[in-house]
């Protein structure tokens, strides 16, 4: 996670009203604001990878699939979030405007600077989320993916996947070869 930004303590409502009026992405926890870095070519290559191969195979389903500038909200942790990627299916979602609360699934693409807060604190915070079934983490450098699934008892189990499986995401019945995933980063 980045150091936090300048900024006095906000309300959820000031960082919303604040954040519409900033030439620079923030993420949200507690009322501090925290400024997020750019992507790498290979990061942002990797989740339009996701979000197009998502987005055909969601088509013409209640699903729909968001990315980068679109914010989720947790409102028991008082925290907003941009995901690279995540898939709700929620009508209330589909017409907000500023932040969603009801993702299936949520994919973030790990950078070095992130990759420890998008493992520890901001799974705890995403877990929150009730309608939220699996967590995707990639990784470019290892080309490796970790899928966390929640189960029918509430518990989150990793599902590994290495270079030539398939990434079968159950939470929107959806299958995603590693190539097309991995298309065009080198």
Same mark, same amino acid.
Not at 6 to 20: A, D, N
Not at 45 to 59: K, Q, V
Not at 87 to 98: G, I, M, T
């Given at each position: ?39 790498? *070519?290979?990061?942002?290559? @990797? ?6 191969? &998502?987005? %055909?195979? =969601?088509?013409?389903? !209640? ?55 998008? *493992?520890?604190?901001?799974? @705890? ?6 309608? &939220?079934? %699996?967590? =995707?983490?990639?990784? !470019? ?46």
């Amino acid at each position: 996670m980045a150091l936090p930004v300048g900024v006095p303590i906000l309300s959820p409502e000031e960082y919303l009203r604040w954040e519409t009026i900033q030439p620079e992405k923030h993420e949200y926890v507690g009322g501090e604001v925290f400024a997020m870095g750019g992507a790498s *070519r290979r990061h942002v290559t @990797i989740f339009g990878n996701l979000f197009s191969a &998502l987005d %055909e195979a =969601l088509f013409g389903t !209640p699903y729909r699939v968001y990315m980068a500038d679109m914010k989720i909200e947790i409102a028991t942790t008082s925290s907003f979030f941009y995901p690279d990627v995540f898939v709700s299916c929620q009508p209330d979602d589909h017409r907000a405007e500023l932040a969603m609360r009801h993702p299936v699934l949520v994919a973030e693409v790990l950078s070095p600077s992130t990759a420890a807060y998008d *493992r520890g604190d901001k799974f @705890i915070a995403y877990r929150r989320l009730a309608p &939220l079934k %699996e967590y =995707l983490l990639i990784d !470019p450098d290892q080309q490796q993916l970790e899928l966390f699934r929640k189960g029918s008892d509430g518990l989150w189990e990793l599902h590994d996947f290495v270079p030539g499986q398939t990434l079968e995401l159950v939470s929107v019945e959806a299958t995603i070869s590693w190539e097309r995933l991995f298309r065009n980063v080198d």
